[in-house]
């Protein structure tokens, strides 16, 4: 499946964002979806994630709250609604699929996109 993210830009702190990601290839419905960012000069981490019904979801905990992972499976689609943008939330946003059985198991997200680009100015 090949994944396609869009949706950043240059924002204000307090703003809200949608990222959205469609799925190419293959049906998204046959995956769980997720979202991960990396920001200058950290690790990529997880940030979000649903269940291929879209009846689970799980998040970070560093960005619970704010975060909303969401999916149009008639689209191919998932999103990333993000609130309260903070300077902090800077980072290359990537869509991320996969196989597994639960959208909390970090490391079986194997399919990635190419990432977008958010940045929050304060």
């Known amino acids: 499946v090949q994944l396609q993210a869009s949706g950043g830009g240059l924002v204000q702190a307090g703003d809200s964002l949608r990222l959205s990601c469609t799925a190419l290839?293959?049906?998204?419905?046959?995956?769980?979806m997720g979202w991960f960012r990396q920001a200058p000069g950290k690790e990529r981490e997880f940030v979000g994630g649903?269940?291929?019904?879209?009846?689970?979801?799980y998040y970070s905990d560093s960005v619970m709250g704010r975060f909303t992972v969401s999916r149009d499976n008639a689209k191919n689609t998932v999103y990333l609604q993000i609130d309260s943008l903070k300077p902090e939330d800077t980072a290359v946003y990537y869509c991320?699929?996969?196989?597994?059985?639960?959208?909390?198991?970090?490391?079986?997200?194997?399919?990635w996109g190419q990432g977008t680009q958010v940045t929050v100015s304060s």
């Open positions: 991320s699929a996969s196989l597994g059985t639960s959208p909390s198991s970090v490391s079986s997200y194997i399919y």
């Open positions: 290839g293959r049906a998204s419905s046959n995956y769980i």
């Open positions: 649903v269940s291929r019904r879209a009846d689970r979801t």
